[in-house]
């Protein structure tokens, strides 16, 4: 195997073997493969494009440069994945109620990417929650709580976490070949019998588009059911934040109250679709409308909360956290109002400029050695088409200083529009199976 003659093949177009490609990513695991080539390969896919085949076998190749899972469980293994967007935090909300409707979730996950938070940095907002387990107690917590939700080890897929490195430093990071690789090589390592995507849209995703989102829909999961892990995708709205909170303690609060049964909304009905597609497709409801109906009752009897109270115990964290969850977790010194300008109907939230205000706040990262202030971010966020008067209120702000919170409602009166006319309104699902 020769990485020079592997990176021209891809420069004239055609795809490396099976073989090779598997050599390749053994390489960018090992340091057999330097950064040069890692680089070039990466331009070539990039520039270039590979086949369906040739996807699949980058696919396959970069999850089995590493450690792989494999479950033997009373139910099926289960999870989801969601491209990124602006208060999505379904994971602490879907990954319980799944588990109390029989399946099993051993969600690997991940922090904060730009101006998206991460599900790990949400939990850790949690006292003692611990997201580093080993494999025994990974599989020791996902047997007794039904779900877990952890870090990825340094051995899941190596080859990804070097590739991309690259990826950012070299122009490449949009190949739609490059992130379905990416984003399936972890998933598929952890052994799943399902998986179902949420595909984000709108001014808070990375796909802004509707084409762009159909488009990495369609290779995921065509890629994900070509390589044995039965898959569907739901392409979800994010012109707006899915959840009312941004921040990482605030989400907590939102999907406490999701999961406790004292309020509904976007983040409850994206949850309940999301895992009504994943009961369907893994024999644990008739139809999707039927897991819906299932993934309800979980939520509205308390069993998705029991579900999550024993996770975070398992983990690490309080005992009694779902009795007792606003009394744990942490509140900001600073609490203000930003209020409207103007009479008129909010007309446009840009959710990536919202994020952005709340990694300025200090719940996020600007460079990977920061420590998130698990506090700040914005709470009660009003919705697209909300009515309002001059002085009305369109968020707080939660701040641990003064002067960063006058800096963050700037940002929040420069994030929202305000106009006229009653916008047009986009369904929170453009797509319901893919």
């Not at 122009?171 to 739609?176: A, D, H, I, Q």
């Not at 409207?340 to 840009?350: L, S």
Request: aromatic share 4%; net charge negative; charged share 20%.
């Amino acid at each position: 195997m020769d990485a020079r003659a592997i990176i021209a093949q891809l420069r004239k177009g055609e795809d490396p073997s099976r073989d090779e490609l598997a050599w390749f990513a053994r390489g960018l695991a090992d340091g057999t493969v330097s950064d040069a080539q890692a680089g070039a390969f990466a331009m070539g896919v990039c520039v270039r494009g590979l086949s369906e085949e040739g996807r699949v076998a980058l696919t396959l190749a970069m999850r089995d440069s590493g450690d792989t899972m494999s479950w033997d469980l009373p139910g099926p293994a289960l999870d989801k994945h969601s491209t990124g967007g602006v208060g999505d935090c379904v994971s602490l909300v879907l990954a319980p109620a799944l588990a109390a409707c029989g399946a099993y979730v051993p969600m690997v996950s991940g922090r904060g990417l730009g101006h998206t938070g991460g599900t790990l940095d949400k939990l850790e907002a949690i006292p003692g929650y611990q997201t580093g387990l080993d494999e025994a107690q990974f599989d020791k917590v996902v047997r007794e709580a039904g779900a877990s939700i952890v870090s990825a080890t340094a051995e899941i897929a190596p080859a990804d976490k070097r590739l991309y490195a690259v990826r950012d430093v070299t122009g490449t990071v949009e190949s739609l070949d490059l992130i379905t690789a990416s984003i399936l090589s972890k998933k598929l390592a952890a052994g799943l019998h399902g998986l179902v995507l949420d595909v984000k849209v709108g001014s808070g995703a990375f796909m802004k588009t509707r084409e762009d989102a159909e488009a990495l829909a369609d290779s995921l999961v065509s890629t994900a059911n070509l390589a044995g892990c039965p898959t569907s995708a739901l392409i979800s709205d994010m012109s707006q934040p899915l959840a009312p909170s941004l921040g990482n303690a605030l989400e907590v609060a939102e999907c406490m109250e999701v999961l406790c049964g004292t309020k509904g909304g976007p983040l409850a009905e994206l949850s309940v679709s999301l895992g009504g597609v994943l009961l369907a497709n893994a024999g644990l409801a008739t139809d999707a409308e039927a897991g819906v109906a299932k993934m309800v009752e979980v939520l509205a009897n308390g069993q998705a909360a029991e579900r999550f109270g024993k996770m975070v115990s398992a983990h690490g964290g309080p005992m009694r956290f779902v009795e007792e969850w606003r009394r744990f977790l942490p509140e900001a010194s600073v609490i203000r109002e930003v209020k409207a300008p103007r009479d008129g109907f909010v007309t446009a939230i840009e959710g990536e400029a919202l994020g952005l205000a709340v990694v300025g706040l200090g719940g996020g990262r600007m460079v990977e050695s920061d420590v998130i202030d698990m506090a700040v971010g914005f709470s009660e966020v009003v919705r697209l088409g909300t009515a309002v008067k001059a002085g009305d209120p369109l968020l707080r702000v939660h701040a641990s200083r003064e002067d960063k919170a006058d800096a963050a409602a700037a940002a929040v009166l420069a994030a929202m529009d305000i106009g006229d006319q009653m916008p047009d309104m986009p369904p929170l699902i453009h797509e319901r199976s893919r």
